[in-house]
């Protein structure tokens, strides 16, 4: 175990800010088009469009005029135009047009603020931070999300409650039996802990439900009666600041964090199905392999889904009782738990 990173107590941990100088998702790559799409990262309204070419670009929530959203606009030729009064923006942030300028006037000289903003892995990734950094600092990667031997399944994660609350449910193995028939692993023992300035590593070792070794063994995501217990290492890391999961080979699991506010955190669930323990599939040509990792998109929803739907709740109570009284404090006993908090307050801190 590495030496664990100092960082100051004083800072309340839920009411720590983000370090801005990251890449965050604020939405998947299939929900951005040439309407623009409002999203909110860390108190920050974003308008999300693409130009006639296809490209991504991130402007400012906020016409220079009125201050009005420009998401409620509309995008001509590559620029947003404001639904108010018909000033349009360029992808750079400037003005470019006011449909009653008279003769006489000349075009404001305004800006709105443009974001670095990336697509990859199926997702719009947003780096609110400095902008001289955001070439500097890559995306997390999700190599699994084209990789032909990975069937993908996303969930949304919409909680009424700060990061840290979700990042601790999510590194926190001891909760399992809250999910009942949807529960993927049993008996976790934590075992070591990992820790820097920029990532937890958190090994337990475990029980999962869940083998995929046969052509069938997929149907086990669907009928609960074909699963059985064996033993696997189950491995849980913050790699500040989003979370990856691996439960032995056959499964991978990304969140991706888009903290809102102090008391709201949006997140994107990611599981991938591992086909690697079957040889023969891998000898088919890729055009068929690519129709049949497309054609099992999703096939975990229902698991994923059910998830969510039993921790948002969890997440959510722990907000309200620290809300209602924020000098009680809990009795943690999770070693990974503390780790987490230190690294939250290190990078809020940066």
């Given at each position: ?11 309340d941990i839920r009411l720590a800010g983000i370090n801005p100088n990251h890449w965050y998702v604020v939405a998947r790559a299939s929900e951005i088009t040439d309407q623009p799409m409002g999203v909110v990262l860390w108190k920050q ?173 997929v149907a086990q995501l669907f009928i609960p009666q074909l699963r059985q217990l064996h033993p696997e290492p189950l491995d849980v890391s913050y790699v500040y600041p989003h979370w990856i999961s691996r439960l032995g080979d056959d ?100």
């Amino acid at each position: 175990m590495n030496a664990p990173v100092s960082a100051s107590p004083r800072l309340d941990i839920r009411l720590a800010g983000i370090n801005p100088n990251h890449w965050y998702v604020v939405a998947r790559a299939s929900e951005i088009t040439d309407q623009p799409m409002g999203v909110v990262l860390w108190k920050q309204a974003i308008a999300l469009f693409r130009d006639p070419q296809g490209q991504i670009h991130a402007l400012e929530d906020r016409c220079p005029h009125r201050f009005v959203k420009l998401s409620r606009g509309c995008v001509v030729e590559g620029e947003l135009q404001c639904a108010y009064h018909g000033w349009r923006v360029n992808s750079q942030g400037q003005c470019s047009a006011v449909p009653y300028l008279e003769a006489d006037q000349k075009l404001p000289n305004v800006q709105v603020r443009r974001y670095p903003v990336k697509e990859q892995d199926g997702f719009i990734w947003v780096f609110p931070g400095d902008a001289a950094l955001a070439e500097k600092i890559s995306p997390l990667g999700l190599p699994e999300w084209d990789h032909l031997n990975y069937i993908a399944t996303v969930s949304v994660i919409d909680a009424r409650a700060h990061f840290s609350y979700l990042i601790e449910n999510l590194m926190d193995m001891y909760h399992g039996h809250l999910h009942h028939e949807l529960q993927a692993w049993a008996f976790a023992e934590l075992d070591t802990i990992d820790e820097t300035e920029s990532r937890i590593d958190a090994h337990y070792n475990a029980q999962s439900y869940y083998r995929i070794d046969k052509i069938w063994s997929v149907a086990q995501l669907f009928i609960p009666q074909l699963r059985q217990l064996h033993p696997e290492p189950l491995d849980v890391s913050y790699v500040y600041p989003h979370w990856i999961s691996r439960l032995g080979d056959d499964f991978k699991i990304y969140c991706l964090f888009c903290p809102v506010s102090e008391d709201h955190t949006r997140a994107y669930l990611v599981h991938f199905t591992s086909l690697n323990a079957f040889p023969k599939l891998h000898k088919l040509s890729p055009r068929f392999r690519l129709f049949l990792k497309n054609s099992l998109f999703g096939s975990a929803q229902r698991l994923l889904d059910g998830l969510v739907l039993q921790d948002v709740p969890m997440i959510e109570d722990e907000q309200q009782a620290y809300s209602e009284n924020p000098n009680r404090r809990p009795h943690e006993l999770n070693r990974a738990l503390i780790s987490v908090q230190r690294l939250i307050r290190t990078q809020a801190q940066v």
